[in-house]
């Protein structure tokens, strides 16, 4: 396919050498030197100028493209972009924004603006924010198949009871497939006979019930209730969208935020939630006044801030903390110092932008460990490499880096064993390294 990118900031740069390999990609940015970064590393075409520009869309390759990806950052840029392309010829948009209220009048506007699939990565961070602290232990969760199969990372400390076994030891979780093991920053696929160490991040893949019930074995915090005290960090959209989702799932968080206007338009906004005035940034005050008593941290403020507060936190005693990194440069830190769970918004999205570009291809897509992993729904078809076959036989026609984790027939999750035969209309929930994605995808 021909796919067009505008911005060449974090996540157009990302999707953009992903694609790179298996597609025609142009990339349109405004500052030459990214885009001289980018095109030398990468098998990609590269225009400077203003993606809202039809002249620039043009010279860029538009009347061939496939698909127009908007992510600058700017979301009237980005609508704009979609629009200016759809006014020329009529690709598949794609814009990515942060504005709620845009993305629900988008909605309403039965998906118009000229814009296909608009992604707000605001409220899909919020998301998945909220369904990894509702799985204790996890660094991070996604569910496919409508919520039938959940994937779900974790880190494995010394006392973890996996830790030691190998993988055939270790699996005593029917409805459970040990997908991946991430060792020293290296991505490892195991076997029966891969022993689970400590320090690991483990990737499962399997039922809600059986991965819930492996989260309470692997993790040492307890399952948090709709009585504990969470105190979310910040109070603009992303705070919002996350003390909302809670509230859905019947929790009372307190919401901190300093600006007069912003507390008074969030008390309205939100139910059982409480919602005051303060500065997160101030963290003596803010610990002494909010931390105390509190079992999650949620830091949604700003990089600096998050840190501080979630190490503050851990001092004082809080038994778990989330906090929102928008840089990728500083993710390593954060993660290196133990905290529970980082939320990457540009991951997200990254993912979701890919899940629309597999055209005729995965139905979902869920990118894992900052890039180097993917996961992919997809229906069997009578084309696919898989329809027929067995996990085993799979395996030998695909490379290493590919895992069956879950097979879904007849609404029923059923646990890949070597002699499951996979069949025409099964929807199959596969692990795979990104390097290999995209040849892999062609044979789903």
Request: glycine share 8%.
């Amino acid at each position: 396919m021909r796919i067009l990118i505008v911005g060449a900031g974090d996540v157009g740069t990302n999707i953009a050498r992903d694609l790179a390999d298996s597609h025609a990609v142009t990339v349109i940015d405004r500052d030459s030197e990214r885009v001289d970064a980018l095109t030398a590393d990468a098998a990609l075409a590269g225009v400077v100028g203003d993606g809202r520009s039809v002249g620039t869309l043009d010279e860029a390759g538009l009347s061939e493209a496939d698909i127009v990806v908007a992510s600058t950052d700017s979301d009237a840029t980005n609508v704009m972009v979609c629009n200016a392309a759809k006014e020329a010829t009529d690709p598949h948009t794609i814009a990515r924004v942060k504005d709620v209220g845009l993305y629900r009048a988008w909605q309403s506007f039965d998906e118009g603006l000229g814009v296909d699939a608009m992604l707000c990565i605001d409220l899909l961070s919020a998301q998945s924010l909220v369904r990894s602290v509702a799985l204790p232990g996890a660094k991070a969760v996604d569910t496919f198949a409508d919520g039938t199969a959940e994937v779900a990372e974790f880190d494995i400390g010394a006392e973890t009871a996996v830790a030691g076994q190998s993988v055939a030891e270790a699996d005593q979780y029917p409805s459970v497939t040990f997908a991946a093991i991430v060792r020293d920053g290296k991505l490892l696929i195991p076997n029966g006979e891969t022993t689970i160490e400590a320090d690991d991040c483990l990737v499962v893949i399997g039922s809600t019930h059986g991965v819930s019930r492996f989260a309470k074995d692997v993790s040492n915090r307890p399952t948090l209730q709709p009585d504990d005290d969470i105190v979310i960090a910040g109070g603009d959209t992303l705070g919002y969208n996350v003390a909302r989702l809670f509230e859905d799932r019947g929790f009372a968080p307190e919401v901190i935020e300093h600006d007069p206007e912003r507390v008074a338009r969030l008390a309205n906004q939100l139910g059982t939630s409480t919602v005051v005035e303060a500065d997160a940034t101030d963290v003596d005050g803010f610990a002494r006044d909010h931390l105390a008593e509190a079992d999650l941290l949620v830091g949604t403020v700003d990089d600096d801030t998050n840190y501080l507060l979630a190490k503050l936190a851990r001092e004082l005693g809080v038994e778990q903390t989330v906090e929102v990194v928008d840089d990728r440069d500083v993710i390593d830190l954060f993660e290196s110092t133990g905290l529970d769970v980082v939320v990457h918004p540009q991951d997200i999205v990254a993912g979701e932008i890919l899940q629309t570009i597999y055209e005729g291809g995965p139905e979902k897509v869920a990118v894992l460990e900052h890039d180097e992993a993917e996961v992919l729904e997809i229906e069997v078809d009578e084309e696919s490499i898989l329809a027929g076959s067995t996990i085993q036989g799979a395996d030998t026609e695909l490379p290493q880096e590919f895992v069956v984790g879950a097979v879904i027939r007849g609404g029923t999750l059923r646990t890949p064993r070597g002699g499951t035969v996979i069949q025409t209309g099964d929807r199959v929930i596969a692990f795979m390294a990104t390097a290999v994605a995209d040849e892999i995808s062609a044979q789903l």
